[in-house]
């Protein structure tokens, strides 16, 4: 292990620091961890004759597939120069070309594009810069999609700092773009999604019966809580399930039931956590005018999540006890994790007919385009 996984994390130094979604510390351990995550293998080795026994390798569908355009990666190596924070190799290294290349090695017939949550779109240079490297970032992510026609799909970042830019983004995400789906991180500023200030772009979203991927980060407000482990391990998965839980108790989920949400890394720790949520709000919840008039687990159930880092025996029998296999698809989180993640869920002795819709069928019926 990483002799400095133990080191008190140093201090950032200013408040612009202290608003990223990780702070000075936070980033420099998640930078720690994923050097060291990306470095080991998702795959085990199996006898020669276990091998032989395996069936034949699904069709496989990553909805959780980053991409850094080169203009990107110059503006996030400025940003972090600035701020002294050591560079991470992956996104940096990261091209179309190397990046088709090892999906082919790995047997992915489609990468649904995302940007991960650090930075964003943000780089702390206001509403109007987010909005252009969002068109940047989009505008990158189709041409790779006209130019590999069938193994890109896009889910399309968005600023979120100013309404009504983001309402033209989502616009021409759609219209101009054919975007498959919206990228949204689980904070902004450390408001969660369910946020009224967000209503207006839930609205939208749900007019157009938008699938939305979610991207968790290291919230502000909890960058520090640390125990001696990268902020990143414990508090990357418990920002998905304070989003989740503020998209729940705000009703959103009942208010725009026509929007398709996945979410990351196996919906967090809301599997583990789905029981101790209901016994505190369920009978609240129920009813014509709750927030969950089914109750909050058929809420949880109605909701996708991918299996990025989430293919561990314990996390997937916690998933698949709280939902049903129709609602996991297959996500990787590369380039800062390994594509072969498949290799794990074969080891889970899932049904074929199982495997075969996490691997891509869920996928393809969550964004229908893939089927094309």
């Not at 702070?23 to 998702?42: E, T």
């Not at 006898?47 to 597939?65: F, N, R, S």
């Not at 972090?80 to 070309?97: C, M, N, Y």
């Not at 990357?236 to 949400?261: A, E, N």
Request: aromatic share 10%.
């Amino acid at each position: 292990m990483n002799a400095q996984a133990g080191a008190a994390a140093p201090q950032c130094k200013d408040s612009t620091q202290k608003r990223r979604s990780f702070g000075c510390a936070c980033h420099s351990s998640r930078r720690q961890f994923l050097a060291g995550a990306a470095a080991f293998s998702a795959t085990a080795v199996l006898p020669g004759d276990a091998v032989k026994a395996q069936p034949a390798t699904p069709k496989l569908i990553d909805t959780h597939h980053h991409f850094y355009p080169p203009a990107y990666q110059k503006a996030w190596a400025d940003w972090e120069d600035q701020r002294k924070i050591p560079h991470l190799g992956v996104q940096l290294a990261w091209t179309k070309e190397n990046d088709l290349e090892a999906m082919d090695k790995n047997n992915i017939a489609t990468s649904v594009l995302s940007l991960a949550s650090t930075p964003g779109t943000w780089f702390d240079a206001g509403a109007d810069k987010a909005h252009d490297m969002a068109r940047l970032c989009c505008d990158f992510a189709a041409e790779l999609m006209r130019d590999k026609p069938g193994r890109y799909g896009l889910f399309a970042p968005l600023s979120m700092l100013d309404i009504d830019a983001t309402l033209k983004e989502i616009e021409y995400a759609f219209d101009t773009l054919k975007a498959d789906g919206i990228n949204l991180q689980t904070n902004y500023g450390d408001k969660w999604l369910g946020d009224p200030f967000y209503q207006p772009v839930l609205a939208e979203l749900n007019r157009r019966k938008a699938a939305i991927f979610v991207h968790p980060l290291v919230a502000t407000c909890c960058g520090r809580l640390s125990v001696g482990a990268f902020p990143a391990v414990i508090e990357v998965p418990h920002d998905t399930t304070r989003t989740v839980v503020s998209l729940l108790l705000h009703g959103r989920f009942v208010q725009y039931r026509d929007i398709k949400w996945l979410f990351s890394h196996g919906g967090g720790t809301i599997p583990f956590l789905a029981g101790r949520i209901e016994a505190f709000y369920d009978q609240k919840a129920r009813g014509a005018n709750g927030f969950a008039p089914d109750g909050i687990e058929a809420e949880f159930r109605r909701l996708y999540y991918d299996t990025a880092n989430a293919t561990h025996p314990a996390a997937m029998a916690a998933l698949t006890k709280l939902v049903p296999t129709s609602q996991i698809t297959y996500g990787t989180d590369y380039p800062y994790f390994a594509l072969d993640q498949i290799e794990n869920l074969r080891k889970l002795g899932l049904p074929p007919a199982d495997l075969a819709a996490i691997a891509s069928g869920n996928a393809a019926r969550l964004l229908p385009r893939l089927n094309a």
